[in-house]
């Protein structure tokens, strides 16, 4: 053919192009469609191959239960009488050490989530939501101070004083049903909120470290409610005991799934305040000032935000928080409607761990607060049902915390890659004020 004649392997500029048999045309539509989902699945590639922080913690969760194994396996006795002749039958060591793991681990489930062997197969995800409640209010707590760059050790105190308020109100006033609940909800969120606002005071005014202020506010509080424990007209009949009066049931805590689960209204409250707490750090105006005093206070300064004014203002929001949760403790059955010494029931410093896992997010703290209530329902029927030491519950926590505040190990053991988000929470800064 000469160079004159038609080209049958070209078209025209202007011919459309006859789709293949049996395959649909691709319309433009559908071709940015399929570049968007590309473009997506890469992006959630790359963030599972990145220490992005939701990453390096579901990671961190993971080797924690890895070492616990490893943990479980060595303090079991069955493990360790087979392992005197590992050399003749291997097998059986590495069948025991796999039973015991199994066993506790399934344990701890059954605890925590769902038990097909118990009475009431909802129980232990009630008890989780019961443990888990305080937690994730004292470390939505703990959370926004270290947004500020505050470190608030005083959880525990501000517990105390939030719980006794909260149950003198409950127990010594004679209001109605509803009424009395809210009352006693405000007293804990005022006795909690007073008692923080003093180290915000003593930190803006005189710039005494919160640390040392909280600690000492913690002994003060402790010494308070042992006091208040001998009063006659705080402590319950016949005064042999140090153990207050029981809270009036008009004022105690509504069970959400009848009166069996002890799961109640306290958890609603958890999960107002967490959406309050991402709320006020997102979009809110005082929360800006937090975040921007948190990051960095001569830029914050500069701009015309006022330091002094901002440390008072979150503990008082920290204290408030730290006030439902003690509210919590009384007002629910999780202490028996009662105050004792021991009502804060260690939840002041879980609460401190609660957060770092949370890293420095509200719904980040509200999931490891679940997290750890669902380790500490767990516990009960680890014991019960197997050798295990309940300790090891205690153990992951530390495990957890230990991994969390290493991203380095784990971006070392899974290879990750360094990515732009990876530590971007402010925290607290330590001892530089």
């Not at 101070?145 to 127990?171: D, H, K, P, T, V």
């Not at 309050?276 to 914050?300: C, H, I, M, P």
Request: with cysteine; hydrophobic share 50%.
């Amino acid at each position: 053919m000469n160079g004159d004649g038609p080209d049958l392997g070209k078209k025209d500029a202007g011919e459309e192009s006859t789709p293949e048999p049996g395959k649909e045309p691709v319309t433009p539509d559908v071709a940015t469609a399929r570049s968007d989902e590309d473009d997506t699945h890469e992006t959630i590639s790359q963030i599972l191959r990145s220490d992005h922080p939701a990453v390096v913690t579901v990671l961190a969760v993971i080797c924690a239960m890895i070492v616990g194994a490893i943990l479980i396996v060595a303090s079991d006795e069955t493990t360790r009488n087979t392992a005197k002749y590992f050399t003749a039958a291997p097998g059986d060591t590495l069948s025991a050490g796999w039973s015991a793991v199994k066993n506790a681990y399934v344990a701890l489930f059954q605890g925590a989530i769902y038990n097909p062997n118990g009475g009431q197969a909802l129980s232990p995800i009630s008890e989780t939501l019961v443990y888990a409640t305080p937690l994730i209010l004292a470390g939505l707590s703990v959370t926004l101070a270290f947004r500020a760059g505050l470190f608030n050790i005083g959880a525990q105190g501000q517990i105390l004083m939030s719980a006794a308020l909260a149950g003198y109100i409950g127990f010594a006033w004679d209001l109605p049903a509803v009424v009395h609940i809210v009352v006693a909800i405000l007293g804990g969120i005022i006795g909690g909120a007073i008692w923080a606002a003093l180290a915000g005071l003593l930190k803006a005014k005189t710039g005494a470290h919160e640390v040392i202020t909280t600690i000492m506010l913690n002994y003060i509080a402790i010494f308070f409610i042992n006091w208040l424990l001998t009063q006659t007209w705080f402590q319950a009949p016949p005064y042999s005991q140090a153990v207050s009066r029981t809270v009036d049931g008009n004022a105690q805590f509504w069970h959400l799934f009848g009166s069996d689960l002890r799961v109640n209204f306290s958890f609603i409250l958890a999960i107002v305040a967490t959406a309050f707490v991402w709320w006020l750090l997102k979009y809110g105006t005082f929360g800006f000032r937090v975040r921007a005093v948190g990051a960095n206070q001569d830029a914050a300064r500069t701009a015309g935000m006022s330091i002094s004014a901002t440390y008072i203002g979150v503990m008082v929001v920290v204290g408030a928080l730290c006030g439902l949760a003690g509210a919590s403790q009384v007002l629910g059955d999780a202490n028996n409607y009662q105050i004792t010494a021991s009502v804060d029931g260690g939840v002041g410093f879980t609460a401190i761990t609660v957060a770092l896992l949370g890293r420095g997010t509200a719904w980040g703290t509200f999931a490891a607060g679940l997290l750890f209530g669902a380790l500490t329902a767990g516990s009960g029927q680890l014991q019960a049902s197997t050798p295990t030491p309940p300790d090891l519950v205690q153990v992951l926590q530390a495990l957890v915390v230990i991994f969390i505040a290493a991203p380095g190990l784990i971006r070392l053991v899974f290879r990750l890659r360094r990515s732009k988000s990876a530590g971007s929470a402010v925290l607290a800064k330590g001892w530089n004020g």
